[in-house]
Structure formats: C-alpha cells, structure tokens
C-alpha cells in the first residue's frame, strides 16, 4: 500500500479532484449507488475531466480507501490533494465534494463534519463555502 501512496504523490489534478470526490462519499462508511453515479457523471460529463482515463477511477477509489485505513489517513490524503491540485481548482473541489455529498439526498452529520474539514483544508472563504453548499443542495433536492 505503501508504494500506492508513493505513486500517488504525482497525481494529477483530475486524479485529485476523484480523491476529494470519493473521500466525501465513502467519509460516511457508506458509498451510495447515487453518490457513485454521481462521480461517473461529473467525470464524463465535466470538461476539466475532458480526456481523462475513466480506468483510473478504481486506481484512485482503492487508493483513497487504503489511506483511510492508515492512522494519519486523512491528513496523508489531505497532503497529497493539496500538492496536487492548483489552489484556483480549490473551489471547484469543494463544490464536486458537496455534489456528491448530496447526490443522494440526505446528508448525515459525520458527511457535514468531513465537508467542513474540507473547506478548512482548501481555505474556502466561508461566504463562498455556503454558496457553493446552496448549489449543490439546490441541484440535489428530493421532491418529496
């Protein structure tokens, strides 16, 4: 596993972007379908995945759930995204995060805690922050 990380600390920003992604859905031990269906449609359909290797996804998934195992596993994470994703993509993490967060429908308070921590370790301006979470809570309502 160790050599995974190692790896990975030349990822991309695409590749990043998928970690920040994943992590938020599986920050509840529970990876949705919905959430799941949600990344596949934000890569496929998401210009700044324009071109990206869709297999890479299992690589990075895997990678994001191994480090998760590790005792410092989310500051080890938090490192890697932060060396590899430019500070102007910080934003654009942030809003992918909580669209995923809210594809299905329901947030739960550990998922609120990680989005939180999220937006502490990217310094996102806590008035940006909300507005972004107001999108992606307003793309993802239920009509119920």
């Given amino acids: 596993m160790v050599n995974k990380i190692k790896d990975l600390s030349i990822m991309s920003s695409q590749d990043a972007l998928i970690s920040i992604m994943v992590a938020v859905s599986a ?24 071109g990206y290797d869709k297999s890479r996804i299992k690589i990075i998934a895997q990678t994001v ?23 102007r993509l910080f934003e654009t993490a942030y809003a992918l995060a909580c669209d995923v967060a809210a594809a299905d429908g329901m947030l739960e308070e550990i998922e609120l805690r990680f989005l939180r921590e999220i937006r502490y370790e990217l310094n996102i301006d806590r008035l940006h922050g909300a507005a972004i979470e107001r999108g992606a809570r307003a793309r993802h309502l239920l009509d119920t």
């Fill in 27 to 50: 920050s509840d031990d529970m990876v949705s379908k919905r959430e799941l269906l949600s990344i596949i449609r934000i890569v496929e359909h998401l210009p700044i995945f324009s």
């Fill in 65 to 87: 759930f191994d480090i998760f195992e590790e005792e410092d596993g989310l500051e080890a994470l938090f490192g890697l995204i932060e060396q590899s994703l430019p500070q």
